[in-house]
């Protein structure tokens, strides 16, 4: 039977199940529960916060961050282009206006030098992401921040563990937030954290992450607040992946410098940077071809997909999305269109051995050789 390769899979090879099981011997399996507060304790002595706080998913924790931060009705946020939805999408759920970002061209992050023009009297703050693991050039952004009075959030959903200049990624800007979603370096199933130093924020977060409860008042609610919460049981699991989050990210860094060894003389291909100023901690591991359009891309991916290899477009722009598309003029973007439109991620878990990731990389070479020169190859 052909080795099937996919993209992700958890590595559940700790105590995950130990601590699972306590939850169900002592009953404590909803939104209370010892695991939480060690879990949340565990994850700010991590990134280095005051704060670690949980909730149910990293979209609602993009959403409590952004309302903690006073984010309403007509306001703007600036983000990139290049990002999973949900970036997005929080900006919209406060009934604000997200205004989109191209990337720059070596990290695929949002170009510091492109944020100043977008800002107007209606821009409430920025949410910057570390895309694919590499941290974003935070001095400068950290700097249009305080010149204009904006915030800044991190969206660190892919790059739990990545640094930026010696500093943890969650630590940076006013706040941050991370997805623990199955295929994210480490994980609760769903599961999501906000990150601060500030004490008002943290407070205003876990005000609205139940239901809006006053902490001194049991069912008074001064505010509509939302169900936003983690239970012990997933907060158990995230507690034994935090004791082996070293081993999870050097295993995907590992996977990506076999890739790199694998694959670096291959000219058809660019491959991932790793900037001076940071550590990358290769959430995925990613190429992108050279030449070609999108459907080259995906012929690529179909011929792997063929060979028991799976892989992944990169996100599509949030411009391009039916929802976002109307916002902004689509030759604004134009490294964005080009690497989302040929880039792609491969298999990228923490236990492929390096036989496993040189098998993928003779195919990814043979499939290329393959294709080349056919009509999917752009001529121009």
């Given at each position: 039977?052909?080795?099937?390769?996919?993209?992700?899979?958890?590595?559940?090879n700790?105590?995950?199940?130990?601590?699972?099981m306590?939850?169900?011997?002592?009953?404590?399996?909803s939104s209370?529960?010892?695991?939480?507060?060690?879990?949340?304790?565990?994850?700010?002595?991590?990134?280095?916060t005051?704060h670690a706080?949980?909730?149910?998913?990293?979209?609602?924790?993009?959403h409590?961050?952004?309302?903690?931060?006073?984010?309403?009705?007509?306001?703007?946020?600036i983000?990139?282009t290049l990002?999973?939805?949900?970036?997005?999408?929080?900006?919209?759920?406060?009934g604000a206006?997200?205004?989109?970002v191209?990337s720059?061209s070596?990290?695929?992050?949002?170009?510091?030098?492109?944020?100043?023009?977008k800002?107007?009297?209606?821009?409430k703050?920025?949410?910057?992401?570390?895309?694919?693991g590499?941290?974003?050039d935070m001095d400068?952004?950290?700097?249009i921040?305080?010149k204009?009075?904006?915030?800044?959030?991190?969206?660190a959903?892919?790059?739990v563990g990545?640094?930026?200049?010696?500093r943890m990624?969650?630590?940076?800007?006013?706040?941050?937030?991370?997805?623990?979603?199955g295929n994210?370096?480490?994980t609760?199933?769903?599961?999501?954290?906000i990150?601060?130093n500030?004490?008002?924020?943290?407070?205003q977060i876990?005000?609205l992450?139940?239901q809006g409860?006053?902490?001194?008042?049991?069912?008074?609610f001064?505010?509509?607040?939302?169900?936003?919460?983690?239970t012990?049981m997933?907060a158990a699991?995230?507690?034994?992946?935090?004791?082996?989050?070293?081993?999870?990210?050097?295993?995907?860094?590992?996977v990506?410098?076999?890739?790199?060894?694998?694959?670096?003389d291959?000219t058809?291909?660019?491959?991932?940077v790793?900037?001076?100023?940071?550590?990358n901690v290769?959430?995925?591991?990613?190429?992108?071809?050279?030449?070609?359009?999108?459907?080259?891309r995906?012929?690529?991916?179909l011929?792997l997909?063929?060979?028991?290899i799976?892989?992944?477009?990169?996100f599509y722009?949030?411009?391009?999305l039916?929802?976002?598309?109307k916002?902004?003029?689509?030759?604004?973007?134009?490294?964005?269109?080009?690497?989302?439109?040929?880039?792609m991620?491969?298999?990228s878990?923490?236990t492929?051995?390096e036989?496993?990731?040189?098998?993928?990389?003779m195919?990814?070479?043979?499939?290329l050789?393959r294709?080349g020169?056919d009509e999917?190859?752009?001529?121009?």
């Amino acid at each position: 039977m052909k080795k099937m390769y996919p993209v992700a899979i958890p590595v559940l090879n700790g105590n995950e199940k130990k601590y699972v099981m306590e939850c169900l011997d002592s009953t404590w399996i909803s939104s209370n529960g010892s695991y939480i507060e060690k879990f949340e304790q565990g994850f700010a002595d991590f990134c280095g916060t005051k704060h670690a706080i949980s909730c149910s998913n990293g979209t609602t924790a993009l959403h409590l961050a952004l309302l903690a931060h006073g984010v309403e009705w007509g306001d703007e946020v600036i983000i990139p282009t290049l990002t999973f939805v949900a970036t997005a999408n929080a900006v919209v759920y406060c009934g604000a206006q997200p205004v989109f970002v191209d990337s720059e061209s070596e990290t695929w992050n949002m170009d510091p030098e492109l944020i100043e023009s977008k800002i107007t009297p209606r821009t409430k703050g920025i949410i910057v992401v570390h895309i694919y693991g590499h941290p974003t050039d935070m001095d400068p952004i950290m700097g249009i921040a305080r010149k204009h009075g904006l915030f800044v959030i991190e969206d660190a959903a892919e790059a739990v563990g990545a640094q930026y200049k010696g500093r943890m990624v969650g630590s940076i800007g006013h706040s941050a937030t991370f997805s623990l979603f199955g295929n994210k370096i480490i994980t609760t199933g769903e599961g999501g954290m906000i990150t601060t130093n500030d004490d008002r924020i943290a407070d205003q977060i876990r005000l609205l992450r139940g239901q809006g409860q006053d902490p001194q008042k049991r069912y008074w609610f001064p505010v509509i607040g939302y169900n936003y919460r983690m239970t012990n049981m997933q907060a158990a699991v995230g507690c034994a992946q935090l004791e082996n989050i070293h081993w999870h990210i050097e295993q995907r860094i590992r996977v990506a410098m076999l890739y790199q060894q694998f694959l670096e003389d291959d000219t058809r291909l660019t491959l991932p940077v790793q900037k001076e100023w940071a550590l990358n901690v290769f959430w995925m591991s990613s190429i992108i071809l050279k030449e070609g359009t999108s459907q080259y891309r995906d012929q690529v991916m179909l011929q792997l997909m063929e060979r028991g290899i799976e892989s992944r477009p990169f996100f599509y722009p949030m411009h391009t999305l039916p929802p976002y598309r109307k916002l902004q003029m689509e030759e604004e973007f134009p490294v964005v269109n080009r690497i989302s439109a040929l880039g792609m991620n491969v298999p990228s878990y923490g236990t492929l051995l390096e036989d496993d990731v040189k098998y993928i990389c003779m195919n990814i070479k043979e499939v290329l050789d393959r294709l080349g020169g056919d009509e999917y190859r752009d001529q121009s």
